[in-house]
């Protein structure tokens, strides 16, 4: 028994769409898709994402930000969907809405233990613009202690999505010149040091690849970026322990040239058996 979870920001669930998403999908072996910065109304997702597929998202208040969705494929939905949940409990700002929905999967490996799948699409922050890195704290902290509830309930969970945060210097291309640079704070790194150590998930893409730079997940558009893979690991799938130990494989599917690309992130694609 296996189970294929992916994850994207799709940088524009329309633009994708139109750029070449739907061949992706129908190629990718995964069994539930998380995808952030989907800026679109709910009504329009689960057409752009196509039949094979039942969606759930979260709409930001905010007019053409944020969003996020889970897709999880039409075969498996009245087995597996226990229930949905939106938003991150605790924030209930407009700045936080868009960014995060929850899916519960009956007990996916046959071991007695329910699966929560997470679409997280964090705030990218400025340090130009001090009130972004405060919401970005603050969904940080309150993210904490709502995970270490999941995670004490006894399931596994698992954290996807965009983090807008390079863990460590094989996490980014350039780490010398963004050390000042949102992304890649000291204080940012902290959360993701706590998570991977005292809140007891484990980073399941680091742990599969091993020791060494990227593999990138995300590319600026500006200059060579892509061409010369001057990219940044910002697409996570962080698991509980149990679950993280049954990952068989990870890859990013990045696209073969700048021009067949459908979003500026590839997607993170991991196995669990």
């Not at 999880?72 to 939106?86: I, K, L, Y």
């Not at 990870?250 to 590839?266: C, G, L």
């Amino acid at each position: 028994m296996t189970f294929t979870l992916a994850t994207i920001n799709v940088n524009g669930i329309r633009a994708a769409a139109r750029k070449g998403m739907g061949d992706w999908l129908a190629s990718t072996p995964a069994d539930v898709v998380t995808l952030q910065e989907v800026r679109a109304p709910e009504e329009l997702v689960p057409g752009l994402i196509g039949e094979d597929w039942s969606t759930a998202s979260e709409v930001s208040r905010l007019k053409g930000r944020a969003g996020v969705s889970i897709a999880v494929r039409s075969a498996r939905q009245d087995a597996d969907v226990e229930g949905v949940r939106h938003g991150l409990p605790g924030l209930e700002d407009d700045a936080h809405t868009g960014r995060w929905i929850e899916v519960d999967l009956a007990d996916p490996f046959g071991d007695g233990h329910d699966l929560t799948v997470i679409s997280c699409y964090m705030h990218s922050g400025n340090t130009e613009k001090p009130q972004t890195m405060v919401d970005k704290y603050a969904f940080l902290d309150t993210m904490m202690v709502h995970l270490e509830q999941l995670r004490s309930d006894g399931r596994h969970v698992v954290l996807t999505g965009d983090i807008n945060i390079a863990h460590t210097e094989w996490d980014i291309k350039n780490w010398k010149g963004n050390r000042k640079t949102a992304g890649f704070l000291p204080e940012e790194r902290a959360y993701l040091d706590r998570l991977t150590t005292d809140a007891g998930f484990i980073d399941v893409h680091r742990a599969v690849h091993g020791d060494g730079p990227g593999p990138y997940t995300w590319w600026s558009q500006r200059g060579k970026a892509f061409d010369n893979d001057s990219g940044w690991r910002i697409d996570y799938q962080l698991a509980t322990e149990d679950l993280a130990a049954r990952a068989t494989s990870a890859q990013v599917d990045r696209a073969p040239s700048y021009d067949t690309r459908w979003s500026d992130h590839a997607p993170l694609v991991i196995t669990y058996s």
